[in-house]
């Protein structure tokens, strides 16, 4: 297959962890045949730094043109704890969402046996936890008008949805549920909210086309709860945009470490893949930031175009490299790895899978491990 991927690596540890996903992507076009062109560009603060403008006409049109994006992360201090600054990195992936029509984001998260210490939550409550989050991505209070008053004393964020909006994405979230365990939570908060009494109507109608799918209800503070007793009663969680921004992050906890969450956008033409965690700028340069949330997000890249052995391959590898212990600090902070070396280790396996040999002594030193 042949792919023109648009390759945004953005701010802070953005270009690091994303070099790693496109250098896995290599070996696995290398390894199937496949033909893979990356092309990068500019967005998030480095763009307003050179551009003044935090996603470029130039960006945008290669976003456009391509067949899939590849994201890695924006944003930066000087933005983030100035309140009165007028331009932000976060308004470059707003826009591109809206741009691109990426209308629904899906998170999908598991747990690791391997990891299950690292949580914070007992392990008897995540052993097993397994669901994707379909979170609707360019619509609600993110996207609603916003005013400040005159004399700055107030400020308006409006809410709105339509029932289109809510459909499209809702019939991704039930097809998600059959064909995983034929589940799906609605989160919403239509006890006060009347975008989230149309948002339990709408599903609720749309159910009926889906018999084999059992539909249950949670409010939004509930879920937030739930999540973290009892995650492992979730399949599919379908929500609203700031509450599924909000809950996806709080389901990060459940993996061991937010470096290992991948996400995908999808519209109806096209569809942009990135970790769920943040530019993290004080680590940038270090080589300490975990690029598997990348990797990841780029086998849900090769998964949106039917290329699952490909997809597979790369999850394979990086349940491996978790079983062997080769992770970064966030994971393992006795006897960690780079940033650089966590892309190597699994750009070897994919491309000598069928010969693998782990050096032992060398995987001690923190060397390459495929001989």
Not at 151 to 178: K, P, W
Not at 315 to 327: D, G, H, K, T
Request: proline share 4%.
């Amino acid at each position: 297959m042949k792919l023109k991927i648009a390759v945004l690596p953005g701010d802070g540890i953005g270009p690091e962890i994303t070099q790693q996903a496109v250098k896995v992507l290599k070996s696995v076009a290398d390894r199937f045949d496949h033909d893979f062109h990356f092309e990068e560009a500019l967005v998030g603060a480095t763009a307003i730094d050179q551009l003044n403008n935090p996603l470029p006409d130039a960006t945008l049109d290669l976003c456009k043109e391509a067949d899939a994006v590849l994201f890695g992360a924006i944003g930066h201090p000087k933005y983030d704890n100035d309140p009165s600054a007028k331009i932000r990195p976060e308004q470059g992936l707003l826009k591109l969402r809206k741009e691109l029509g990426l209308f629904a984001n899906v998170r999908p998260i598991t747990t690791y046996s391997k990891l299950i210490e690292q949580s914070p939550l007992r392990p008897e409550r995540i052993n097993g936890a397994d669901m994707v989050i379909y979170r609707e991505l360019t619509g609600g209070i993110y996207f609603g008008e916003k005013f400040i008053s005159e004399d700055g004393n107030s400020a308006t964020d409006i809410c709105t949805y339509s029932v289109s909006e809510i459909e499209r994405v809702a019939h991704l979230a039930f097809q998600a549920a059959q064909k995983r365990r034929k589940k799906l939570t609605l989160v919403d908060k239509a006890n006060v909210l009347e975008t989230s009494r149309l948002w339990r109507k709408t599903v609720t109608e749309l159910a009926k086309d889906y018999p084999d799918v059992k539909l249950e209800f949670l409010f939004v503070d509930n879920a937030a709860m739930q999540m973290i007793v009892n995650p492992k009663q979730f399949d599919v969680i379908l929500t609203e945009n700031m509450f599924g921004d909000i809950l996806s992050d709080e389901a990060s906890v459940i993996a061991g470490s937010i470096g290992l969450l991948a996400s995908a956008s999808i519209g109806l033409k096209a569809a942009l893949f990135e970790p769920i965690h943040g530019s993290y700028p004080e680590a940038a340069g270090k080589g300490i930031a975990n690029p598997v949330a990348a990797i990841l997000s780029a086998a849900m890249l090769l998964d949106h175009f039917n290329l699952t052995e490909e997809a597979n391959a790369i999850r394979s590898a990086v349940n491996l490299s978790i079983e062997l212990n080769v992770c970064t600090q966030d994971i393992n902070k006795d006897n960690h790895y780079s940033t650089e070396k966590i892309g190597d280790f699994l750009d070897g396996l994919i491309s000598d899978n069928d010969n693998i040999s782990i050096n032992n002594e060398n995987l001690n030193l923190g060397q390459m491990t495929i001989i």
